[in-house]
Structures are given as C-alpha cells and as structure tokens.
C-alpha cells in the first residue's frame, strides 16, 4: 500500500452566459470588475475603476502618442526569414504566419516619424500580440534603423517596449540585436540627441537588457512588469526569497532604475513635455545657406563722371 498519493481535483468549468458572446466583457485582474470590452477599447486599455493597465496593440498606442494624421510608416515590407529552420511542435515559419493573421503586423514592432506637439520624432512602437513582443532580426533592425533616423535628421527618438526578450526561433541572431541596437544609441548619445525610452507590461529580458534601459529618460506605466529574468528563476537561483512587488514598476522606481511612472492617459503630454525641455535645440537637417556679403557698388572713373549730363529736379507748381 503507497504512503503517499497523488490529491484528486475536482473539474470546475464556468459556462458563458447564455445570449453573451465571447470577449463582450473582460475581467479585471486586480479588482475582478467585469468591464465592456468597447468602454475599455475607447479608455486606451485601462480599467476605469482600478486604473489597470492592459497591453494596448501598438497601432492604437501610436494613434494615442501622435498628431493626428502624421505618422508615415517606414520599413513595413521587413519580414522575418527562418534562418535557422526551426522545428519545434510548431515550425518557426508556420508561427510567423500565424501571428501575421492575428495582428496584420509583419513583426512585432512598427517604426516611422510623426510629429508630438508638432516635434518631429522617429518613433518604434512594439506589439505584445505578435509572439510575445519578442525581438528577432527584423525587430532589431527596425529599432535600428529608428535610432539611425533620429540621428540622420537630428530629431529625438522615442522607442515604446512590450516584450517578453529575444526571440529563440532565430537564437544567436537574435542576441546579436541587443549590441547592434545598443551600438546605435551610443551613436545617438555621442551626437547629444535626446532618446526616451517608455517601458509597458511587459518589458522583460534581452529588450530589458539593451535599448529598454538605455534612454536619457526612461518611463514606466504603472504596475508594468520589468525584469531580466522571472521571478521563479531568480528565486531558484539565489534561493532567497524575493520583497514584494519584487520587478514592478513601483520597486524599480524606488530603486532609482527607472525616472517617472506615467499614467498612459499622460503619456502623450509628458512626453510633449520632455521633448520640448531636451529637443528643442536640436540643429536642422537642411543646411543652412551660406550667407554672401553684397557686392560692393562698381566705381566709375573721374573722366566718366564729368562726362555724364546732371540730373535735374522737377520744379514745384506749390505756390
């Protein structure tokens, strides 16, 4: 007879309400208030009640950050290849088609130059929904290339993070991105050209561990999730227990690696803010025309003068 055995659980299973289609109401993970998914959609992802803060997919973070009307996308016909014919239970090549059809983004970052408060900045915005946010090679180009813009045209750059790392589909190639993007902000820094860095829930790993935390400003939105590894590595690693709120925005505030906590509903006017205090000197891309002194009068010889017949005044009829 066995000493020990495993404990039987019951099954519970919660049915949807019947007349209710799914994803009509989302839960709450702090409060587990039930909140219309078209109230939260129009509230920028944020519970009203609680102020949580759902990842917002970057077309619509975009729409909230920019002037209406002047973002031009760059780089959007980059894809991912299968450079390394990854199989797994899925192939790496079937993943990204997958994820295509569910966003409509061909990677999981979205890059270009918009004006905020009519500053002209190079933008690269991630989206959480396409394989975790996960930066591969295309990833790390786009940011890439963003950082680049910004140094070209000589106008701020803002990079928003929603990751959970590198993406191991692509393994050292995807490790090689932290020290390319890396390498292009030292660049940037080098020419006194302002980079913010705004990091969302989650912001985790490789991304932590490069251009995340490389901003002259650094933003977190509340309660964001922020770390290199997890909680449950670290904790098997040092066995040592971790303090609470261990790897939240709030701890890392604290602890002086982040600068400001920002609502998202702030966001936009914050950043307008910190553009206009350390963007607003930054030299033109067009250069400037050279400046001519005005050719001095040609003067005629004495001979030539005295020849010339004088000129004279019209008489006054003024009584």
């Known amino acids: 007879m066995a000493f020990f055995g495993k404990p039987k659980y019951s099954t519970v299973s919660v049915k949807a309400k019947e007349g209710v289609p799914k994803g009509v109401w989302t839960k709450c993970p702090d409060s587990g208030e039930m909140v219309f998914a078209k109230e939260l959609k129009k509230n920028l992802m944020v519970v009203p009640s609680s102020d949580y803060h759902f990842p917002l997919a970057a077309p619509d973070r975009i729409h909230s950050l920019v002037d209406e009307g002047s973002f031009v996308e760059y780089d959007a016909n980059l894809t991912s290849t299968d450079p390394l014919n990854f199989k797994g239970l899925a192939s790496y090549k079937d993943k990204l088609e997958q994820n295509k059809k569910k966003t409509t983004l061909e990677d999981a970052v979205i890059s270009g130059i918009a004006k905020m408060g009519g500053f002209p900045v190079s933008l690269a915005v991630m989206d959480f929904r396409f394989l975790g946010g996960s930066m591969g090679s295309v990833v790390g180009e786009k940011i890439t290339r963003a950082i680049e813009r910004g140094l070209e045209q000589k106008i701020p750059v803002v990079v928003v993070s929603a990751s959970g790392g590198a993406r191991m589909y692509e393994g050292i190639l995807s490790l090689m991105q932290m020290a390319k993007t890396s390498a292009a902000l030292a660049r940037l820094s080098k020419a006194r050209i302002p980079y913010f860095s705004v990091l969302t829930n989650p912001t985790m790993a490789g991304v932590m561990a490069s251009f995340a935390t490389l901003g002259d400003i650094i933003i977190a939105e509340p309660k964001a999730l922020i770390g290199f590894a997890g909680r449950r590595v670290i904790k098997e690693t040092t066995r040592a227990d971790l303090p609470e709120g261990f790897q939240t925005a709030e701890f890392l505030l604290d602890r002086g690696l982040i600068d400001q906590i920002v609502h998202r509903h702030q966001m936009r006017d914050k950043l307008v803010t910190l553009i206009g205090h350390l963007g607003h000197a930054l030299p033109s ?34 009584k």
């Not at 400046?291 to 001979?303: E, F, I, Q």
């Open 285 to 318: 891309k067009s250069p400037r025309k050279k400046r001519t002194k005005p050719a001095a009068p040609k003067r005629l010889p004495v001979s030539k003068i005295a020849a010339k017949k004088p000129t004279t005044r019209r008489k006054s009829t003024k």
